[in-house]
């Protein structure tokens, strides 16, 4: 997969684009690379047993609290899900900035896909063939509990839905950024970071006016 520009990525409004397919990157990347393995949000590094490894960050507030449940608590498990789909929607948002390395879905498609097939479910963070999103959300265990599924918005709603949540996290940050943000010493300085969208746009601030000189990178 190529590494895009480092000139600042635009999203689509999605009251134009209704089909979302125009988030996290300007341009078609090639091919997915498709990653088995899920990325915790707290050091961003691929684990194969994501549950097993949370329990290395024993002082975050998040996993303490998953922790304390009943092993077989629905509770624990939601949150553990939770902070699953929080990792791969935080390192999916990465590469497709940088536009480079696997990304983490939730059911690996048959054929080749193009990053525009994808996007993340607005409520869990999950990242879904968009065809198939619709019916997800329908029952994704994440939705405001007091939803009507009578009034429960159609395909193109939710796929529009979808794309502003995208794009409220992503938009006018550049590959530049991204990039500084993976190199980042992986502990929980790092975690506030990646998951504060104000400090995000702070620091594509200071790339705009220092991207360009490599010696000014460790001062952002």
């Known amino acids: 997969m190529e590494v895009a520009s480092d000139s600042g ?15 996290l990157h300007e341009q078609d990347l ?5 990653s088995k393995k899920n990325y915790c949000y707290i050091c961003g590094k691929p684990q194969s047993k994501i549950s097993r490894h949370l329990r290395t960050h024993k002082t975050h507030a998040e ?30 948002t990465e590469v497709l900035q940088g536009g480079t390395g696997p990304v983490k879905v939730k059911r690996k498609p048959k054929a080749k896909s193009q990053p525009g097939k994808f996007i993340h479910c607005m409520h869990c963070q999950g990242m879904y063939i968009r065809k198939e999103l619709w ?3 329908r029952r994704c265990p994440f939705k ?14 939710v796929l ?24 980042m010493k992986q502990d929980e300085v790092a975690s506030v970071v990646r998951n504060d969208l104000s400090i995000i746009q702070f620091a ?5 006016r220092h991207g360009q000189d490599p010696t000014k990178h460790e001062y952002m």
Do not use: C
């Open 144 to 157: 405001p509990e007091n939803q009507d599924l009578d009034k429960e918005p159609g395909r193109t709603k």
């Open 204 to 208: 594509q601030s200071l790339y705009k």
């Open 30 to 34: 090639p091919h997915l690379i498709f």
């Open 160 to 183: 529009a839905l979808a794309a502003a949540h995208e794009s409220a996290f992503s938009q006018q940050i550049s590959s530049g950024v991204w990039k500084l943000l993976g190199v």
């Open 9 to 23: 990525n635009s999203i689509k409004d999605s009251s134009r684009d209704p089909e979302g397919k125009g988030e």
């Open 135 to 137: 019916r997800h959300v």
């Open 63 to 92: 996993v303490v609290r998953a922790f304390s449940l009943p092993e077989d608590s629905k509770e624990r498990k939601t949150i553990l899900e939770k902070m699953r789909n929080k990792g791969n929607f935080q390192h999916n």
